[in-house]
Protein backbone atom coordinates (compact mmCIF):
# COMPACT_ATOMS: atom_id res chain seq x y z
CA UNK A 1 0.00 0.00 0.00
CA UNK A 2 1.10 3.65 -0.76
CA UNK A 3 1.73 5.82 2.17
CA UNK A 4 3.49 8.77 0.72
CA UNK A 5 1.76 10.77 -1.69
CA UNK A 6 3.74 13.63 -3.22
CA UNK A 7 2.26 16.70 -4.97
CA UNK A 8 2.72 17.69 -7.13
CA UNK A 9 2.72 14.80 -9.58
CA UNK A 10 4.93 16.93 -12.21
CA UNK A 11 6.41 19.94 -12.33
CA UNK A 12 8.07 22.10 -15.03
CA UNK A 13 10.15 25.27 -14.00
CA UNK A 14 13.27 27.17 -15.59
CA UNK A 15 16.89 26.80 -14.55
CA UNK A 16 17.70 28.75 -11.28
CA UNK A 17 14.32 28.86 -10.33
CA UNK A 18 13.35 26.77 -7.06
CA UNK A 19 11.41 24.03 -6.79
CA UNK A 20 9.11 22.74 -4.39
CA UNK A 21 7.90 19.63 -3.61
CA UNK A 22 5.07 18.17 -1.14
CA UNK A 23 4.71 14.73 0.42
CA UNK A 24 1.56 13.80 2.74
CA UNK A 25 1.95 10.22 4.44
CA UNK A 26 -0.51 8.07 6.67
CA UNK A 27 1.20 6.99 9.68
CA UNK A 28 3.53 7.67 12.50
CA UNK A 29 7.43 7.43 11.24
CA UNK A 30 10.82 7.39 12.42
CA UNK A 31 12.00 9.31 9.53
CA UNK A 32 11.14 10.34 5.99
CA UNK A 33 14.35 10.25 3.64
CA UNK A 34 13.94 11.77 -0.27
CA UNK A 35 15.02 10.30 -3.15
CA UNK A 36 15.98 11.04 -6.72
CA UNK A 37 15.64 8.81 -9.75
CA UNK A 38 16.94 9.78 -13.11
CA UNK A 39 15.08 8.06 -16.69
CA UNK A 40 15.01 4.28 -15.14
CA UNK A 41 17.87 4.48 -13.20
CA UNK A 42 18.67 3.52 -9.96
CA UNK A 43 17.50 5.74 -6.86
CA UNK A 44 20.17 7.99 -5.30
CA UNK A 45 19.53 9.05 -1.47
CA UNK A 46 19.10 12.76 -1.17
CA UNK A 47 18.13 13.71 2.45
CA UNK A 48 16.96 11.77 5.90
CA UNK A 49 14.91 13.50 8.24
CA UNK A 50 13.89 11.77 11.60
CA UNK A 51 10.37 12.29 13.29
CA UNK A 52 11.97 15.13 15.83
CA UNK A 53 13.58 16.86 13.53
CA UNK A 54 11.10 19.99 11.98
CA UNK A 55 14.15 21.27 9.32
CA UNK A 56 17.10 19.82 7.59
CA UNK A 57 19.44 21.37 4.98
CA UNK A 58 22.01 19.83 2.68
CA UNK A 59 23.66 21.95 0.14
CA UNK A 60 20.93 23.83 -2.38
CA UNK A 61 18.10 20.83 -0.47
CA UNK A 62 15.89 22.09 2.50
CA UNK A 63 13.28 19.47 4.23
CA UNK A 64 10.88 20.11 6.31
CA UNK A 65 8.42 17.91 8.70
CA UNK A 66 5.69 18.68 9.79
CA UNK A 67 4.33 15.30 11.72
CA UNK A 68 1.12 17.08 13.44
CA UNK A 69 0.23 17.42 9.86
CA UNK A 70 1.55 13.95 8.56
CA UNK A 71 3.44 16.23 5.66
CA UNK A 72 7.04 17.27 3.95
CA UNK A 73 8.63 19.53 2.04
CA UNK A 74 11.00 19.26 -0.32
CA UNK A 75 13.08 22.58 -1.64
CA UNK A 76 15.61 22.72 -4.29
CA UNK A 77 16.63 26.28 -4.61
CA UNK A 78 18.54 27.45 -7.96
CA UNK A 79 17.72 24.47 -10.03
CA UNK A 80 19.76 22.95 -12.71
CA UNK A 81 18.98 21.11 -15.86
CA UNK A 82 20.65 18.39 -14.15
CA UNK A 83 18.34 18.18 -11.40
CA UNK A 84 15.34 17.04 -13.76
CA UNK A 85 14.12 13.80 -12.04
CA UNK A 86 11.94 12.16 -10.62
CA UNK A 87 11.72 12.64 -6.87
CA UNK A 88 10.34 10.08 -4.25
CA UNK A 89 9.68 10.65 -0.62
CA UNK A 90 9.96 7.37 1.43
CA UNK A 91 8.79 6.52 5.19
CA UNK A 92 10.41 4.53 7.63
CA UNK A 93 6.85 3.79 9.46
CA UNK A 94 7.27 3.21 13.28
CA UNK A 95 6.25 -0.06 15.14
CA UNK A 96 6.51 -2.35 11.83
CA UNK A 97 8.48 -4.91 11.51
CA UNK A 98 11.44 -4.35 9.94
CA UNK A 99 13.26 -1.44 8.38
CA UNK A 100 11.31 -1.11 4.73
CA UNK A 101 10.82 1.86 3.47
CA UNK A 102 7.56 2.83 2.21
CA UNK A 103 7.38 5.12 -0.93
CA UNK A 104 5.33 7.67 -2.87
CA UNK A 105 4.15 7.87 -6.38
CA UNK A 106 6.93 10.54 -7.10
CA UNK A 107 6.83 13.98 -8.16
CA UNK A 108 8.54 14.38 -12.09
CA UNK A 109 10.42 17.39 -12.33
CA UNK A 110 12.03 18.99 -15.82
CA UNK A 111 14.35 21.98 -14.99
CA UNK A 112 14.74 23.49 -18.79
CA UNK A 113 17.78 26.12 -19.65
CA UNK B 1 27.90 4.74 -7.77
CA UNK B 2 25.76 2.85 -4.67
CA UNK B 3 28.18 0.30 -3.53
CA UNK B 4 25.01 -2.44 -4.40
CA UNK B 5 25.57 -4.49 -7.33
CA UNK B 6 22.87 -6.15 -9.14
CA UNK B 7 23.05 -8.97 -12.30
CA UNK B 8 21.42 -9.15 -14.89
CA UNK B 9 20.83 -5.58 -16.38
CA UNK B 10 18.38 -6.91 -18.44
CA UNK B 11 15.98 -9.76 -18.41
CA UNK B 12 13.56 -10.87 -21.24
CA UNK B 13 11.81 -14.20 -20.87
CA UNK B 14 8.35 -15.93 -21.63
CA UNK B 15 5.05 -15.85 -19.34
CA UNK B 16 5.41 -19.23 -17.17
CA UNK B 17 9.38 -19.15 -17.03
CA UNK B 18 11.53 -18.43 -13.63
CA UNK B 19 14.31 -15.95 -13.24
CA UNK B 20 16.66 -15.11 -10.72
CA UNK B 21 18.29 -11.87 -10.22
CA UNK B 22 21.29 -11.17 -7.91
CA UNK B 23 22.05 -8.52 -5.58
CA UNK B 24 25.07 -7.75 -3.83
CA UNK B 25 25.07 -5.17 -1.13
CA UNK B 26 27.06 -2.44 0.17
CA UNK B 27 30.23 -4.27 1.86
CA UNK B 28 29.38 -3.69 5.67
CA UNK B 29 25.38 -3.81 5.09
CA UNK B 30 23.66 -6.78 6.79
CA UNK B 31 20.02 -5.80 5.39
CA UNK B 32 19.15 -5.98 2.17
CA UNK B 33 15.33 -5.00 0.35
CA UNK B 34 13.78 -5.88 -2.74
CA UNK B 35 11.88 -3.69 -4.62
CA UNK B 36 9.91 -3.61 -7.86
CA UNK B 37 8.58 -0.62 -9.94
CA UNK B 38 5.78 -0.91 -12.65
CA UNK B 39 3.93 1.95 -13.39
CA UNK B 40 0.62 1.32 -12.45
CA UNK B 41 1.46 0.23 -8.44
CA UNK B 42 4.67 2.80 -8.39
CA UNK B 43 7.62 1.56 -6.02
CA UNK B 44 6.37 -1.50 -4.03
CA UNK B 45 8.64 -3.48 -1.09
CA UNK B 46 9.15 -7.06 -1.44
CA UNK B 47 10.89 -8.21 1.03
CA UNK B 48 13.87 -7.86 3.60
CA UNK B 49 16.24 -10.01 4.85
CA UNK B 50 18.89 -8.95 7.76
CA UNK B 51 22.08 -11.50 7.90
CA UNK B 52 20.32 -14.21 5.87
CA UNK B 53 17.13 -14.11 8.13
CA UNK B 54 13.97 -13.07 6.37
CA UNK B 55 13.00 -9.80 8.79
CA UNK B 56 9.66 -8.50 6.89
CA UNK B 57 7.84 -9.10 3.95
CA UNK B 58 5.98 -6.56 1.67
CA UNK B 59 3.57 -6.91 -1.08
CA UNK B 60 5.64 -9.86 -2.34
CA UNK B 61 3.57 -12.75 -4.23
CA UNK B 62 3.20 -16.13 -3.54
CA UNK B 63 5.02 -17.33 -6.55
CA UNK B 64 8.07 -15.25 -5.22
CA UNK B 65 10.71 -16.11 -3.10
CA UNK B 66 14.26 -14.55 -2.00
CA UNK B 67 17.18 -15.93 0.56
CA UNK B 68 20.40 -14.52 1.68
CA UNK B 69 23.36 -16.35 2.00
CA UNK B 70 25.90 -16.59 4.29
CA UNK B 71 28.31 -13.96 2.09
CA UNK B 72 24.72 -11.62 2.56
CA UNK B 73 24.55 -11.30 -1.59
CA UNK B 74 21.00 -12.44 -2.31
CA UNK B 75 18.78 -13.98 -4.79
CA UNK B 76 15.23 -13.00 -5.61
CA UNK B 77 13.77 -15.61 -7.61
CA UNK B 78 9.98 -15.46 -9.73
CA UNK B 79 8.09 -18.28 -11.17
CA UNK B 80 5.30 -18.87 -13.20
CA UNK B 81 5.76 -15.53 -14.58
CA UNK B 82 3.17 -13.54 -15.90
CA UNK B 83 2.90 -10.61 -18.01
CA UNK B 84 2.04 -8.30 -15.23
CA UNK B 85 5.49 -9.03 -13.79
CA UNK B 86 7.37 -7.06 -16.07
CA UNK B 87 8.65 -4.53 -14.04
CA UNK B 88 11.83 -2.76 -12.55
CA UNK B 89 13.61 -4.70 -9.47
CA UNK B 90 15.46 -3.01 -7.30
CA UNK B 91 17.62 -4.04 -4.67
CA UNK B 92 19.16 -2.10 -1.95
CA UNK B 93 21.28 -2.05 1.00
CA UNK B 94 21.49 -0.71 4.89
CA UNK B 95 22.61 -0.54 8.08
CA UNK B 96 20.03 -2.50 10.72
CA UNK B 97 18.80 1.09 12.13
CA UNK B 98 15.20 2.09 12.56
CA UNK B 99 16.36 6.30 12.55
CA UNK B 100 19.28 6.13 10.47
CA UNK B 101 18.06 3.28 7.64
CA UNK B 102 19.34 5.31 4.53
CA UNK B 103 19.17 2.89 1.79
CA UNK B 104 21.86 2.09 -1.01
CA UNK B 105 20.02 0.98 -4.30
CA UNK B 106 21.79 -0.81 -7.10
CA UNK B 107 21.13 -0.05 -10.63
CA UNK B 108 18.11 -2.40 -10.87
CA UNK B 109 17.16 -5.20 -13.29
CA UNK B 110 14.52 -4.64 -16.03
CA UNK B 111 12.38 -8.08 -16.21
CA UNK B 112 10.32 -8.23 -19.46
CA UNK B 113 7.91 -11.02 -19.61
CA UNK B 114 6.13 -11.88 -23.01
Known amino acids: SQQGEEDPQALSIQEGENATMNCSYK?????LQWYRQNSGRGLVHLIL?????REKHSGRLRVTLDTSKKSSSLLITASRAADTASYFC?????????????FGKGTTLSVSS | DSGVTQTPKHLITATGQRVTLRCSPR?????VYWYQQSLDQGLQFLIQ???????AKGNILERFSAQQFPDLHSELNLSSLELGDSALYFC?????????????FGPGTRLTVL
Open chain 2, 27 to 31: SGDLS
Open chain 1, 27 to 31: TSINN
Open chain 1, 49 to 53: IRSNE
Open chain 1, 90 to 102: ATNVANQAGTALI
Open chain 2, 92 to 104: ASSVESRVYNEQF
Open chain 2, 49 to 55: YYNGEER
